[in-house]
């Protein structure tokens, strides 16, 4: 005798009707992530500010810095830079080659009296360049020189 309310071996089971599916809230779009602004933003209203913060917070010093176009030191290429002054004539350029954070990147130094006399590339290993990653790498390079806290 065979159940009336199971489906015969060869007839494929129904699907039940399925309850009306949740209505999901509108998920918040995430704000544009700061690497994402134009260059001649996100350098002037996000890089410098976080650059002195981070150097006065790693126990550096007042630390006056600038954006301009001008010739790279040593080779004289045009580019993007930031400049650093730190006490003592102490002074560091941050290049850009293009106006881009993820275009290739040199640093320079140059103790008191002294012209820069090296181009050093930068952050060339790393597939995204981040705020973070700019900010923490060029204090670490400066503090690589014994420019900042008690060194």
């Given at each position: 005798?065979t159940?009336s309310?199971?489906?015969?071996?060869?007839?494929p089971?129904?699907?039940e009707?399925?309850?009306?599916?949740?209505?999901?809230?509108?998920?918040?779009?995430k704000?544009?992530?700061?690497e994402?602004?134009?260059?001649?933003?996100?350098?002037?209203?996000?890089?410098?500010?976080?650059l002195?913060?981070?150097?006065?917070?790693?126990g550096?010093?007042?630390?006056?810095?600038?954006?301009?176009?001008?010739p790279?030191?040593?080779?004289?290429?045009?580019?993007?830079?930031?400049?650093?002054?730190?006490?003592?004539?102490?002074?560091?350029?941050?290049?850009?080659?293009?106006?881009?954070?993820?275009?290739?990147?040199?640093i320079?130094?140059?103790?008191?009296?002294?012209?820069?006399?090296?181009l050093?590339?930068?952050?060339?290993?790393?597939?995204?360049?981040?705020l973070?990653?700019?900010?923490?790498?060029?204090?670490?390079?400066l503090?690589?020189?014994k420019?900042?806290?008690?060194?």
């Amino acid at each position: 005798m065979t159940d009336s309310a199971s489906p015969a071996p060869d007839t494929p089971a129904v699907p039940e009707p399925k309850a009306a599916a949740a209505v999901k809230p509108a998920a918040k779009e995430k704000p544009p992530a700061p690497e994402d602004r134009p260059f001649a933003e996100f350098v002037p209203q996000l890089l410098i500010p976080a650059l002195a913060q981070e150097i006065q917070a790693y126990g550096g010093p007042a630390v006056d810095l600038r954006f301009e176009q001008g010739p790279m030191p040593v080779v004289g290429a045009n580019c993007w830079m930031v400049i650093g002054s730190l006490p003592g004539a102490r002074r560091f350029w941050l290049c850009f080659t293009s106006d881009s954070i993820s275009s290739s990147k040199t640093i320079a130094v140059a103790e008191a009296g002294a012209e820069p006399s090296l181009l050093e590339s930068f952050l060339i290993d790393e597939k995204k360049t981040t705020l973070a990653l700019l900010v923490s790498r060029l204090v670490q390079r400066l503090n690589g020189q014994k420019w900042l806290g008690a060194n």
